[in-house]
C-alpha cells in the first residue's frame, strides 16, 4: 500500500476517533489493506481514549510489533489497576520517562509502592514530582508531601497547587493560608513564579468549607477580577447562603452577572435558599420563572423544594401544597416532608391543617414508618385539637 495512503487513512481514523465516532474509525481502520505502526498505534489510541481498555488491550495483543508509544498507551490505559499496569511495565522491552510517570500514576493510591517506583526512576520530571506529591497528599501524608515539595528542582504551578491542595484538603487552613500571603522562602508561595485560578480557588474553598466565612470574603476579595471564574462566585456565593447572610447571598447572585457569569444550577439553589430564609416569596418567583426564561435552565427539584419552602414559611401553605403536587417530577417522601417543615409553624386555617394531613398521608404511604411526618402533624394538631387516630400507623 502506498505510503501517502497509509498517512491519509491514519488522519481518517484519528479524526474518527476525535470526533467520538469509534464505530466508523474501526471500520476505517478494517478497511485498510494493509497496516503499519502508526495505523496501529491510532486504533490502540482511539480505544484508550473512549474508555474501552479491554479492546485496546486486545488491539495491543493483535500489533505484530510494538513502540514505546504503544507500551505507554497501554499502561496509561491501566491508570486504574496498578497489578496490571505494573506487569505491563516489567514487560517492556525498554522504558523511557513517560512509562516511569504512568506506571507510578497507576500506584497512587498505593502509596508506598509509588514511592518504591519514584526513588528508582533513573531520572524525572516535573510530572514526576507532581504525581508523588499529589499522592502523598491525597492519602493525608503531609509531611512527606512538604519534604518532597522542598527536595523538587523547581517550583511550578502544578506543583505548588498540589502542594496548596494538599493543606486545604486536611484542613491545614492556617498554614495554607500563611502559605498563600507570600511567607518567607522555606514557604511554597514565596517560591512560586505565579499565582493561577486553581491557586486562589482551592484557598477559597477551603475557608468556605470550613465555615471561615470571613476569611473566604477577604480572599475573594483580594482576588484580581481576572481570576474570579465561576467556581469561586459560586463559592462565595454559597458560603453567604448556608451561612444564613441572604441579603449578601443575593447581592453576590447580582454581581456575578454583572462581570458576564452566568449562574448555573448550583447558584440558583443557593440564591433561591437566601430568598427563602429572607421571607422573600417574590424573589424567589422571580428567580425561579427566570431560570427557564432568562437562562434556558430547567429547575430541578432542589430548585422546587426551595421555592416550596420559601412559600411555606411565607403562610402560602396552598400555594406550596400545589408547587408540591403538580411539579414536573412525582413527588417522594423527601418533598412532601420538606412542604411540612416549611409550614409547621405557618398554618393560619383548618384548610391549611388539612393540606398538611394531606402531605402526612401521602409520605406515610409512601414510608410507612416514617417518623418525623407524623410528628410534625402531632404538634400541630395538639394545637387545633384534631383528632390524628384515622391516619395513625398499625403496629405490627
Known sequence: MPQHDL??????????????????????????????????????????????????????????????????????????????????????????????????????????????????????????????????????????????????????????????????????????????DNMPARQIFAAMPDRDAIAWNTILIAHARAGKLHSAEKIFDRMPHGQRELVAWATILTAHAQAGIPNHARRVFHEMQAWDHLPHDACFTNFLLACSRDGRVDRSRQCFGSMSVDF?????????????????????????YGLVAGMPYVADAVDWLCFLSSCKSSCKSYGDFQRRRLAVENVLELEPRNGPAYIVLANAARIDGVDLRPITPERD
Open 296 to 320: 434556558g435552565l430547567r429547575p430541578s427539584k432542589q430548585h422546587y423544594c426551595c421555592v416550596i419552602d420559601a412559600l411555606g414559611r411565607a403562610g402560602h401553605v396552598d400555594d406550596a
Open 7 to 180: 498517512i491519509s487513512l491514519t488522519c481518517i481514523v484519528t479524526a474518527f476517533a476525535s470526533a467520538g465516532q469509534l464505530d466508523r474509525a474501526k471500520e476505517a481502520f478494517d478497511r485498510a489493506p494493509a497496516r503499519d505502526l502508526v495505523l496501529w498505534n491510532s486504533i490502540l489510541a482511539a480505544y484508550i481514549h473512549a474508555g474501552r481498555v479491554d479492546n485496546a488491550r486486545m488491539t495491543f495483543d493483535r500489533m505484530p510489533e510494538h513502540s514505546l508509544i504503544s507500551w505507554n498507551s497501554i499502561i496509561a490505559a491501566y491508570s486504574h489497576q496498578p497489578i496490571e499496569a505494573a506487569r505491563l511495565f516489567a514487560a517492556m522491552p525498554e522504558e523511557n520517562l513517560v512509562s516511569w510517570n504512568s506506571v507510578i500514576a497507576a500506584h497512587s493510591k498505593i502509596v508506598d509502592e509509588a514511592a518504591k517506583i519514584f526513588v528508582a526512576m533513573p531520572e524525572k520530571d516535573l510530572i514526576s514530582w507532581t504525581t508523588m506529591l499529589s499522592a502523598f497528599g491525597e492519602s493525608g501524608r503531609i509531611d512527606e508531601s512538604k519534604h518532597l515539595f522542598d527536595r523538587a528542582p523547581e517550583k511550578t504551578l502544578a506543583l505548588c497547587n498540589a502542594m496548596l491542595n494538599t493543606y486545604a484538603r486536611h484542613g491545614h487552613l492556617e498554614y495554607a493560608k500563611r502559605i498563600f
